[in-house]
Structures are given as C-alpha cells and as structure tokens.
C-alpha cells in the first residue's frame, strides 16, 4: 500500500472530466497513482482514480484485438489512411490543444472532421444563429441569481457539484445565498437520489420535460395548462414574476432524443429574451462532457464554423447536412473512421462496414473491435492542457500529474498523418 | 538568419523626424542595423518604394469570446463558393485569415482592446493561431463586481492599484480599458442607463469615479498605455458632452478614448442628432495627455460585438440580420454581439461616416489620433486602404459624399475641410504614435537597433487605396514574409505585457474572495508565462514601465 501523505501534493487541480471543469481538487500522486483528498462526490474521484489501474498503464496498442508495438499500430493506421477515400476523424472527447491537431490532421487526409455532440450543441447555437438571446455564466449564477429554474432528469449524474458549487452555494456575492430558490423540474424521484444533501432552498417538481414548451407558454399566458397542480404551478410563475436575476438552465442532451428539441430550448430562450425587457433574466445552457464547448470554440476561431467541416486540398467548407458524421458511419459512406478519445472513455459505437481506428482513452470501450486502438494519455492526468468550461467563459488550465505512460492524442495523430 | 539589403527606398521614419528621405535599410538577426560586414542574402531595390516600419493597430477584436460568438452567428456570411482556402467573412475573419490580412496590409502589430480577465486564456488562445503579428491585450476593469465594491468601500488608491497590477500580470495583457464604467455591471442589476454623474443602484458610484481612480492607478503604476476608455452612453444622440465630463474625470492624467466616433455626437436639428466632431476636437486639440482612436464606419454589414452588454442589449432592435446575443459574464464584465449593416440610405449611419472623417481632419496632432474602424464595430480592418485614401485625396472624399444616397451636406461640415493627410501623418499615426502610447520599445521606427519590423510599400501604384492594401515586401522580426505582395512562411508574433510592481499583499485578499464567491480559484486565474508559451501557444514579451510605481 503506498504511503499517502497529509498534504496533498497537488492543489487547486482541475478535473478534466465533466463540463463543470470543478478546480478545487486536492490530491497526492504516490508511485504514479493518484489519491484524491478532497472530500468530493464519489462519482469525480473515481474518475481520477480510475487512472491507477494496472489495466491504463500496461494496455498497449492493438490490431483487431490484439497486442502490437506501436509502430505496427501507426503503420497499419497509415496504411488504412492511405486506402481510404473518405475518412472522417471524430473528436468523441478532447482539449482545445488536441482540437487544434485534430484540424491540422483533418486537413492533411482531406477528411471529414466533426464531434459526436455535434446535433446536440448544434442546436444551442441554432438559437443565436437564428434570434436572440440571453446567456450567463457560473459565477453570475452563483453570486446573483436569487431564482433558478433547472430542467432535468438526471442532470446530476452528468454534473455532480452543480448543485453545491453553483446552483445552491453557501455564499452569494450580490444577494443573501440562503434565500436563493431552485426549482429542479423533471423526474422527481430521479433528482431528489441524485442531491444526497438536504437542502430546502431547493424544490424538486415532478414533471415530463416533454411538455416544457407549454410550461413556458403557460408562464406566458399565465394560465396552467400542463399537468402541474394549480398551487405548484403559480408559485413557480409567482417566483419567476418576482425574481431579480432569473436564470433557466437545461442541458440540450435531455431533450435531444424529443422530436421537439429545439422547439423547447428556443421557447425557453424566448421567454427569457422577453423578461429582459422589464427585468433580468438569463438562460444557461449545459455542455456535454466530451469536450463538447472546446471543440465549438477552437474550431469556430480556426475556421468559422463549430464542426462537420470537408478538407479537400488547400480548401474546406463546412456543410451541416453532408458532413455530419454519425449520419455518414450509419449510412456506411465512408470508408475509415478515426475516433480520437482523450478524456471519457463512454462506450463507442462502431460500424463494422467501415475500418476504424481509435487514439483513446486507454479504458476506452467499444461494441466491436476497431482495427486499431492506440491508447493515449488524457489531458489533465497525463498531460498538460486547456479545457474550457461549460458556460464557454471559462478556459481552464490542465495539469499534467502523473508521469504519462502513454503518447499525447497530439503526438500519435501526428505519428499517423505525416 | 539572412540578411536584408533594402536598397535606395523613400523612407517615412517619425520617430526619427525622417520623412520621404532617399536611404538604404538594412537588417539582421531580427534587427534593423547600420550596415552589413558582407553582401547582403537578399537585396531589394526600393528605388520606387516607399519604406515605412510595420504598422500597428491599437484597437482591432480580434480575440476572445464575443468573436468568437460573432464567427458562429453569422456563418452565412463566410462565402463557401468561393475556392479559397478560408472562406470567413472579412469582419469576422478566422484566426488564420486574420494574421493574413494583416500581414498582408503590412501590420505587424495588433491589440484586442477588451479582453476579460476571466476569459483572457481563450482570447490568448485564439489570438496565438493568428500568425505573423504580435498581438496583445488590454485588461477590462470597471465593471468587475471587486473593483466596484473596493472603490465603494472607499479603499486607497495604492490597493486599488495592486489589483490594477495583479490583473495585468495574471491576465498577461499591456493595458487596462474600461468599458461604459459601472454600466455593464448596472444592467445586471437591470439599470439600463447610467450617466457619467449617475450613481449605480448597486454600489452607489459613478462613472466619474470609476474612471478617474482607473486612470491614476494606471498612471502611478507607470503603465504606459492610458486608460483606454470607452465612454458612457455610446450611440446616444448628445452623449459629446458626457465623453467630455469622461475626460475631465481623468483629472488632466493621460486618457485614451476609444472610438471617439461613437462618442461624438450632438442632438441638435430636426432629426436630433448631429455631429459633435467640432467640440471633441476642439477639446482634443487643447487638452494635453488626450488621445483617442477614431472607429470610422464604413458602409456594408459588419457585426458590432461589445462589452458594453448594457448598450448592445438597447441595440438588439437594431440587428440586421435579426439576430443577437447578450452575455453576463463572471461577475467581472458583459457582451453583446449584433450584428449590423451601415447603410448610406440612413441619415444617422450616413452622418456617422462623416463625423469620423470630420475627427480625423480636424484632429490637429497626427500623435494623438488613430486609425482604427474599430474592427469590426465600424468596419473590417481590411477598410483600412479606404479610410486612408478617404483621408489623403480630398477629390476622393468629396465625391463619395455627393454620392451618398442621403442627402447630409447641411448637416456636415466635411465638404468645408480642406486638409489631406500626408504620408508623413499616415506613418505617425499608424507607427510612431500608437508604438509610443503602448509602450514598445524598438517598435514602430526604423531606429539602428529596432526590430526589423519594416512594410514596404510600391510607389509606383498611383491608386493610394491599392498601395496600402498591397504592400510589396514586410518584414517581420527580420524574416521576408511578405515578397512581391505574396505571402511567404508561416511565423509566429509574441505577446506583449507589461508588468507593474504590486504589494503581493493584494493576492491574499483576492484568494478569499475567489473561494468563497468565484467558481473557479486564483491560481487557476492567473496565466504564467509557461503556461503562455507551452500550452496556450505565445512567448510573452515583457515592456518597461515608464517609471518605478509612484505610491
């Protein structure tokens, strides 16, 4: 059993893994394994922790499964490369520095380049690509929200501290914290497990976010046409109507699977447009984990666009409907697949009708055996990066604390395309 | 590194007081020299050339959230039937069109004059994949909630003055600009105006006081760049005389006021409002340690993209296309994004148009006066040429103001001002001048021992519109990369900073404050300069102070 220190070696770290980016981690690095000391969810150490296992540091690269140098590995990728005539390389999870890599690389192979959040966060910037709106940041909410309208079913699971670090903080800036009100709408049962903590400013609201569309537009008319009972129904409204700084947070991911997705953030959009006329109001939109808002950004000043961008020659054009990459791996129109994974290792999707290569995650899972996997380091434990945070504000630093066992993203997506 | 000979050329020095005088220029190891032991690698003959340093644009945003935001807004304006390789739209040009645009008008130079400091790691970031130029950043203060509260609780200037230090140091920028002080932070307590004399409901404060104890931390802390101001009540028909209560809040300490022409109008006549150019300038012309940049509009669709998120939220009702967004950011600042497009049909973006060409040719100092568009508020930086050939060829001008589809010739005074700029002006006010106020040593002048940072321009070009907008040669920190007016290598610009002393006493008080208010913790606010040059991508350079800090 390694010795672990009283003090932490490392403070002030950043977690690389939800969108949150919470900085306040202390931890101790004894024999190159990590011990985290602060006293957070179970769910973040784990993320970190997860790191020591023997199964991260020994995986070596693979072909079809099978144990090979890495040299072979990049050999073999670049073979696939060459053969290809339609590659697409798929961030499923990477920093700004990666991001930019992951273009210069698109670029040299004439490929496809997109996120795998690309429909989801694609519909966030529907809203200002198409009308007004309204935004905040973590720190505004914190210190003057005084009513927050959250709509989730399991928003918890993806953002663990959300709660204690932004919704519901023990000390606001701009109004008294213990009278800030927060209204969790969604399933109920779900919520109230998720928020192990007591706490009575918050409300939970059971309700089918399907429906937020006409919660919103009974808000409007204020006059209830949703399943809410009456007395539930005109508090919410009474705590909208009175609030000084409103904020309505979601994450697009809940809705997305809904026929009505846009529909839902749009009207809540609107509505928050409409109570600035007289008040102030602001929405804050949820990222995904998946290094959903550094891909918008890096490739936004990059390129102009967020994603689904063609590189032909010295040329590129972007192209939401053609060079949307989940769609052209379902309908099997591309021929190689190179999905680069460097901070979550969620479960991939393969298309056994196209080759694939992953540069992941070394926990990385996956339906089917890809041709190759080259484990990568992961910005934040192995390597130095910078991530930005879920309200697109914040850019955090991320610190290499461990000694890396394996290659940076950056360094094998080199490897492959020079 | 090669040597470069740049032979017999027409040289405009200000710096130096050399104007269109026959000399040869030589360069090496990055730096212009007195002469080469040997045969120069590459000579250029210059015998019809114009040689001037490399030009310096000291208010452009080009870095940070809100461009950004603009990019992703308006993607229907980047032209994807044109074959090039970038195909972003000229006002919100990608990073690498960007520096290429740059580079290829011969600037070497570029400042994002609102960088947040809680959003400074993106605009370095995206700023460090702009290539060629060297770039750098004016911290925004004035409307951060620890400011407004220290100034509320009435705390000595010297503390504010640390933190005026620290902020510059851990956002690693070369200036401090404010913003329509107080108001951004007043729209979020949902005040929608706020005049330089009007208390915030917040923090019972005015802009008055936010911008005189602003100017004199950044005078005392011997910061070479100004406070770098952008007035209260931009837009606003009348608001000349609150952008001259702003100038007196400075007390007689040096003031810089941006894009003066949005400040610089009266509301007289039947349609209320007109121009104020005269009044402004008469002020400018009198007041010593007054400078300002101009932010000319220029006709066509722009995006206007704004810390002010107060204003630029009034403003939404104006978006063309209809579309916006408007941000509260961090407890430290806003921003709003809108897009716009200045058409000479209306008489208020027509009379605009004058009003900045009015302030550049009454403005009697070529020093205290630059060349901005305010990009890409007023226009795109590649607007440029136009502007100078707008204020050189008088013919030019007149023309264009015959031709506007409105009629404002009683409502400006511009038909009546003879002046044409000279060269000798256009060098000073887009090199000399703009390194001087920022403090860049070695920078802007073609001084034995500066950087070899040179436009050469061709002489021969009779159009001086398409002799700005194509220079020949630039030399970039001694390298060619610019050759025949075609872009050579690839290079990466620094970042520049200055970094007054501070009482680190200060760091103490903000680590309380940022745990137990901020939701992220100091020392992942600050950016080191390793953290500048391994992860985010630019070397930091490092500017004197004018002086040791005064209190």
Known sequence: MPKISDSPKYKDIVCPFCSLHCDDIELDVEDNKIFVKSDINESCKKKFEQNNLNSITTISSQLNGKSESFDNAVKQSKKLIKNSNETVILN?????????????????????????????????????????????????????????????????????????????????????ANKKKIYVIGDKKNNIKQNLKKDNRIKYIDFNLRDTSILIESFITKSNETSLKENIFNELLQSIN???????????????????????????????????????????PLAGNDGDVSNIQTTGWLTGFPSRIKFT???FEYDRDLYHANSLIESNKIDLVIYVNSISNKKLVLNNKNKNIIVGHPTTKYNIQPDVFIPCGIPGIDYKGLIFRTDNVVTLPLEAIKIPTHRSAQEILRRLVN | MTTIHLKNGHVFDPTNRIYNKKKDIFVQDGKIVKSLKKKADQIINCTDKIIMPGAIDLHTHIGGGKVNIARLMLQEFHNNSDRDYDLTADFVPSTLKTGLQYIGMGYTSCFEPALLPMNARQSHAEMADIPF???????????????????????????????????????????????????????????RALDVDEQSIRYKITPRKIVNVLARAVYELGVPHPLHVHCSNLGVPGNFKSTIETIKAAEGLPIHITHIQFHSYGDNGDRKFSSASAEITEYLNKVP????????????????????SMKQHKNHKHAHPKKWLCMDIECDAGCGVVPFKYRDQSFVNALQWAIGLETFLLAEDAEKIFLTTDHPNGGPFTSYPHLIKLLMDKTFRDDLLDRLAVDIKEHTILKDIKREYTLSEIATMTRSAPAKILGLKN????????????????????????????????????????????????????????????????????????????????????????????VIGSDVNVNDCLRKRIS
């Open chain 1, 92 to 176: 499923t999870s990477a920093d700004v520095n990666i991001t930019r890599e992951l273009l210069t690389s698109t670029s040299k192979v004439n490929g496809i380049f997109d996120h795998i959040n690309s429909e989801t966060f694609l519909k966030n910037i529907d809203i200002y690509q198409r009308k007004g709106f309204m935004s905040t940041s973590l720190s505004e909410v914190k210190n003057k929200s005084d009513v927050i309208v959250l709509f989730s079913n399991n928003i918890l699971e993806n953002y663990p501290r959300l709660v204690e670090r932004v919704l519901a903080p023990d000390n606001s800036f701009s109004i008294k």
């Open chain 1, 242 to 284: 009175t609030s000084k700084y409103l904020t309505m947070c979601w994450a697009t991911s809940e809705f997305i699977k809904n026929d009505n997705c846009y529909n839902i953030i749009s009207a809540i959009s609107e509505y928050v447009v409409s109570i600035n006329e007289t008040s102030r109001a602001a929405c804050l």
């Open chain 1, 313 to 315: 020659g010295n040329y």
């Open chain 2, 133 to 191: 130029v060297d770039k750098g950043g004016y911290a925004l203060l004035g409307n951060d909630d620890y400011l407004l509260s220290m100034i509320s609780r009435g705390a000595h200037q010297s503390e504010i003055n640390d933190y005026v230090a620290f902020i510059l140091k851990a956002s690693q920028c070369i200036g401090i600009k404010v913003v329509n002080a107080g108001g951004i932070n007043a729209f979020k307590f949902n005040q």
């Open chain 2, 289 to 308: 340690n007054l400078t300002c940049d101009v932010g000319q509009i220029m006709f066509g669709q722009t995006v206007t993209m704004s810390g002010d």
């Open chain 2, 443 to 534: 920078k802007g002048e073609l001084s034995v021992g500066s950087d070899a940072y040179i436009t050469v321009y061709d002489k021969k070009l009779n159009d001086i519109e398409e002799m700005f907008a194509h220079p020949s040669h630039v030399i970039k920190d001694g390298i060619l990369v610019v050759k025949n007016s075609v872009v050579q290598d690839y290079i990466w610009g620094k970042t520049q900073v200055v970094r007054p002393e501070y009482d680190v006493s200060i760091e103490k008080k903000l680590n309380k404050h940022f745990k137990k208010f901020n939701t992220i913790g100091l020392s992942n606010f600050v950016i080191s300069n390793d953290e500048m040059s391994e």
